[in-house]
């Protein structure tokens, strides 16, 4: 079974909207960490958020906002105002396990968003 | 910025022949990842250390092998490459609480 979900390979969002990217994990671990990176098309990965199971209210870093819905097991990714800067792959990931061991960290398949002027 | 480096950052090597990448890292960090982005993968991952001369398989090691003889280097080995292991390649260090990548080998065997 897959471990994380994404089930949009590709979007479009006018330019100053928000936009939703979808992602779904599985875990039977109580303690685990949901991350997303943005990929641009230069190729580097470059983190965004992160979101510990145990975390009580959503994460939040500037435009980006993680929506953790533990119960539906998701955690999507909510980018207010989108900018043409915006537009690249995006990757949602989980760490399983306790963060004080080594973890294996899953990826998902990736959503490429464009954001239209 | 993490000091994460590849080298090279973009190989062609012909099928049967061996080809190791180099993940250099000036961050002193104890974890370090192997992993291959392809088309509709997403990235998976291959080898990792968790320390010196400390490594494990990840969910698509076969065909690969690792080393680290010491902290900062982390070295993939494709014994005898083939064309399903054209791929680009990323190397990560981190922690639970975050990855960070480096710039990326791009490997095209033919």
């Known amino acids: 079974a897959q471990k994380i979900t994404q089930t949009q390979p590709g979007m479009f969002v006018q330019e100053k909207e928000a936009v939703t990217l979808d992602c779904t994990y599985d875990?039977?671990?109580?303690?685990?960490?949901l991350f997303w990176y943005k990929q641009p098309s230069s190729g580097e990965m470059i983190f965004l958020i992160y979101?510990?199971?145990?975390?009580?209210q959503n994460a939040t870093e500037g435009r980006y906002s993680l929506n953790f819905q533990k119960a539906r097991k998701s955690a999507n990714l909510v980018i207010s105002a989108s900018q043409l800067g915006d537009s690249a792959m995006y990757f949602c990931?989980?760490?399983?396990?306790?963060?004080?061991?080594?973890?294996?960290?899953?990826f998902g398949s990736g959503t490429k968003l464009n954001v239209k002027p | 910025d993490a000091g994460i480096t590849q080298s090279p950052r973009h190989k062609v090597t012909e099928t049967g022949t061996p080809v190791t990448l180099r993940c250099h890292q000036t961050?002193?960090?104890?974890?370090m990842y192997w992993y291959r982005q392809d088309p509709g993968h997403g990235l998976r991952l291959i080898h990792y250390s968790y320390g010196v001369k400390d490594t494990d398989k990840g969910e698509v090691s076969d065909g690969y092998s690792v080393s680290r003889s010491k902290t900062e280097d982390f070295l993939l080995t494709l014994e005898s490459a083939t064309s399903s292991q054209t791929s680009v390649y990323f190397c990560?260090?981190?922690?639970?609480?975050?990855?960070?990548f480096g710039p990326g080998t791009r490997l095209t065997v033919t």
């Open positions: 961050e002193n960090h104890r974890y």
């Open positions: 875990t039977s671990d109580q303690s685990y960490g």
């Open positions: 979101q510990g199971s145990y975390d009580e």
């Open positions: 990560a260090i981190g922690g639970s609480y975050e990855q960070y």
């Open positions: 990931a989980m760490r399983e396990g306790a963060p004080y061991n080594f973890n294996k960290f899953y």
